[in-house]
Nanobody, 125 residues
Framework: FQLVESGGGLVRPGGSLRLSCALS????????LGWFRQVPGKEREGVSC????????IYPDSVKGRFTIHRDNAKNTFYLQMDSLKPEDTAVYYC???????????????????WGQGTQVTVSS
């Protein structure tokens, strides 16, 4: 199966973007899902996770209150809504699938097994 992201681009500080991640060849229904980001020279940072049911979501303090993850199992797609963007949000963003229904307590790269190709988000005036 394959995860395909879309929706990246250039946005001004304070603006919004919505990233999408579509799964083909399998179903999202039984898995928790996450978004990560990475800048050159740094480790991949987890920015959100949503449980299989959609009831539980977690975020690090760096994005809490600004980013929202949600899923549409009928469309086999999940999303990251990013509001009040800051220049420090600039990164390549990756979607990921975890082979368990619930999110880990810490959104760590090693807990996710399948990845999208990444999409660039640039926040700049």
């Amino acid at each position: 199966f394959q995860l395909v992201e879309s929706g990246g681009g250039l946005v001004r500080p304070g603006g919004s973007l919505r990233l999408s991640c579509a799964l083909s060849g399998w179903t999202l229904n039984y898995y928790s899902l996450g978004w990560f980001r990475q800048v050159p020279g740094k480790e991949r940072e987890g920015v959100s996770c949503i449980s299989e049911s959609g009831v539980r979501t977690i975020y690090p303090d760096s994005v809490k209150g600004r980013f929202t993850i949600h899923r549409d199992n009928a469309k086999n797609t999940f999303y990251l809504q990013m509001d009040s963007l800051k220049p420090e949000d600039t990164a390549v963003y990756y979607c990921a699938l975890r082979g368990f229904p619930d999110c880990p307590s810490i959104i760590r790269e090693s807990y996710f097994g399948s990845w999208g190709q990444g999409t660039q988000v640039t926040v700049s005036s």
